[in-house]
């Protein structure tokens, strides 16, 4: 009679053979799962006014990985420096302004401090002693208003160079290209201001729907690893287990975490993984 531990070692051997496992053996256990992203946006320019700006540069194709910060499009700029020229000299002007109130408000305040010097005087006159108060009243307040110009200036010439250093359009976070929604050429307008829409990959997760008895496998802060469709495997954290709206349903639904270094392998919303429990 052959011992024990040989008959348990055939039976293995010839399970391997034909394809199973016996029961002493199993393989990981997996449940499937999907990638859900939170968010995909419209890129859009932020122009003002009823001006439309030409698109002057695509840098990017649908299906391409950026990271934030990277360029999406540059729009022309041609008609905004021309406008920043315009109100960079009106600004001077406001400030030329400005000194030659000032200098007024000089004179008039030498004027009235003459005037009322002589009020103990015989020179003294009543009438010139007030047009003289006026005078600097007047004075000050065309100071006041050649200031306020200035400022105003300023705030357009500002609002021109924001305008152009936004007409360079960066990604706002790590994303995916799915549409182009223009074309060199085109123009943008405040109307219509959108560029493209990108999928936020910084906040993809894995959604998976498990029934109630595996529960206890998923404790909030659990290292898994999961498989996407090439068979890559990477590594995610159960970050939420979702509470049960309906008590018809024995399952829950389970958000997972990925590892910011594996942000980039997924690709697609709803695309399909395989969450392995025994690891």
């Given at each position: 009679?052959?011992?024990?531990?040989?008959?348990?070692?055939?039976?293995?051997?010839?399970?391997?053979?034909?394809?199973?496992?016996?029961?002493?053996?199993?393989?990981d256990e997996t449940i499937?799962?999907?990638?859900?992203?939170?968010?995909?946006?419209?890129?859009?320019?932020?122009?003002?006014?009823?001006?439309a700006i030409?698109?002057?540069?695509?840098?990017?194709?649908?299906g391409d990985r950026v990271k934030k910060g990277d360029v999406?499009?540059?729009?022309?700029?041609?008609?905004?420096?021309?406008?920043?020229t315009v109100a960079q000299r009106l600004l001077e002007e406001a400030e030329a302004t400005v000194g030659v109130a000032n200098a007024r408000l000089m004179a008039a305040t030498l004027v009235f401090s003459r005037q009322e010097g002589l009020t103990t005087s015989d020179a003294f006159r009543r009438a010139d002693y007030e047009d003289a108060e006026v005078a600097v009243r007047a004075a000050e307040s065309e100071l006041t208003r050649a200031k306020a110009t200035v400022e105003r200036r300023k705030a357009e010439v500002q609002r021109i160079?924001?305008?152009?250093s936004l007409a360079t359009i960066v990604a706002p976070y790590d994303g995916i290209v799915v549409k182009i929604l223009t074309?060199?050429?085109a123009s943008v307008t405040q109307v219509n201001p959108y560029i493209m829409e990108l999928l936020d990959t910084s906040r993809a997760e894995i959604e998976l729907e498990v029934p109630s008895n595996k529960l206890s496998r998923?404790?909030?802060?659990?290292?898994?690893?999961?498989?996407?469709?090439?068979?890559?495997?990477y590594s995610a954290k159960v970050r939420t287990i979702l509470p049960n709206l309906n008590d018809e349903?024995?399952?829950?639904?389970?958000?997972?975490?990925?590892?910011?270094?594996?942000?980039?392998?997924?690709?697609?919303?709803?695309?399909?993984v395989k969450v392995y429990l025994d690891d």
């Amino acid at each position: 009679m052959q011992p024990k531990n040989k008959i348990a070692l055939g039976a293995v051997v010839l399970g391997l053979h034909l394809g199973f496992f016996p029961s002493c053996l199993h393989a990981d256990e997996t449940i499937e799962g999907k990638v859900v992203t939170q968010n995909v946006g419209k890129i859009s320019s932020e122009i003002t006014g009823e001006r439309a700006i030409r698109v002057e540069e695509l840098p990017i194709q649908v299906g391409d990985r950026v990271k934030k910060g990277d360029v999406l499009a540059r729009l022309s700029t041609s008609q905004l420096s021309a406008d920043r020229t315009v109100a960079q000299r009106l600004l001077e002007e406001a400030e030329a302004t400005v000194g030659v109130a000032n200098a007024r408000l000089m004179a008039a305040t030498l004027v009235f401090s003459r005037q009322e010097g002589l009020t103990t005087s015989d020179a003294f006159r009543r009438a010139d002693y007030e047009d003289a108060e006026v005078a600097v009243r007047a004075a000050e307040s065309e100071l006041t208003r050649a200031k306020a110009t200035v400022e105003r200036r300023k705030a357009e010439v500002q609002r021109i160079q924001l305008e152009i250093s936004l007409a360079t359009i960066v990604a706002p976070y790590d994303g995916i290209v799915v549409k182009i929604l223009t074309n060199v050429g085109a123009s943008v307008t405040q109307v219509n201001p959108y560029i493209m829409e990108l999928l936020d990959t910084s906040r993809a997760e894995i959604e998976l729907e498990v029934p109630s008895n595996k529960l206890s496998r998923f404790q909030v802060g659990r290292q898994l690893s999961y498989e996407d469709e090439n068979g890559e495997k990477y590594s995610a954290k159960v970050r939420t287990i979702l509470p049960n709206l309906n008590d018809e349903n024995n399952t829950r639904l389970i958000r997972l975490e990925l590892n910011r270094g594996d942000i980039l392998p997924i690709y697609s919303d709803q695309q399909p993984v395989k969450v392995y429990l025994d690891d």
